[in-house]
DNA sequence: GTTAGTGCAAACCTTTTGCAGCTCT
DNA sequence: AGAGCTGCAAAAGGTTTGCACTAAC
């Protein structure tokens, strides 16, 4: 179990498990991923209210720097914060829908591939790799294509006198 | 030319392109790569002591949001800002040293294969793939490997009394 | 009993926003 | 002329730090 492994590893190494910890290494594994500082943040405070947003940072820097956790960015679709899933996993890329935010993983040679070709190429050793990937998902599509064409329209309707070319106003979320 | 195809695309969609734009463009487009807002605004303070910081971001967000700029993480080795680089070069993974900073390019086929399988596996549509990969260069390998060597005499010269196993210390950046 | 870890408050860094005035086209 | 852009100041969002107290081992 991936839990009882990164205990195990910690406890290896001489660093406490304190009760806070144990709180947020449980939610990290079950929670399975995609968790930022602030989610992880609330879900704990629900099973202690009193453990502090700044623990949470601290055993988050704690990890990754372990190499327990990797932090992603998921193309910062939501915002600048990180978010973190346990190791264990075989090496995946995250595929990120920038229209409903939904996010995939994809695992696949290529991946395997990159890695290889990056280490005999350079010489290099690779510790970590992230790929991410952003797009519309089959779904958003044609929504997406319907969105554009309805805003097309809605322009032209408006008939604007001279400026030869209307130069189209952007979507913009927020 | 890069700078003429940006600036040629900016004007197409009635984007203004002013003095403060043209003085970011050019020097994003020169300086290659790698440029993070703070850098370039205090390369374009030496052509404008007026410039703000503020339309950096600014520019740099519409220039994201437009397609024309990537913006890269460089796996935040040096903090949590964002780069930029222009994107007319190929599909590319950086590959950054995280023990001397070096950031390398990796142009190779899996790229292309992996951007083709995500797309056909998931029906998806990729607009932008970003892979950032960490690790030590063949240089700092055998520095690391002196390092950790080095550190691991200090501590068994330590001589520490009980405790058998000694938790080794993590060396820290900063 | 030690030493690592926690909570709190306050700082920090990067980026965004509101608004009045300026400037491209 | 007028929409788009800039500068300024101030805020926001995410994360880190200093320090005294607490708890794991």
Redesign the interface.
Known sequence: MVLDSIKGSLKE???RLTRQRQILLELIDKTGEHLDAESLFQLAKEKDPKLNRVTVYRTLKMLK?SGLVD?L?L??YVG?QHYYETRLKQEH?H?I??RCGKV?E?F?E??Q???K??ES??????????????????HC?TLRAREVEELRMLTLGAARPAAARA??K?ARRS
Chains 1, 2 share one sequence.
Do not use: S
């Open positions: 190494r001489g660093v720097a932090e960015d193309m910062h600048d890329a595929v829908c920038l995939e994809f696949g290529p991946l591939r990159l890695r070709q990056i190429h350079f010489g290099f050793q690779v510790l970590l790799a992230r790929t991410e990937v952003g797009g519309y998902c089959a599509q130069p189209r952007r």
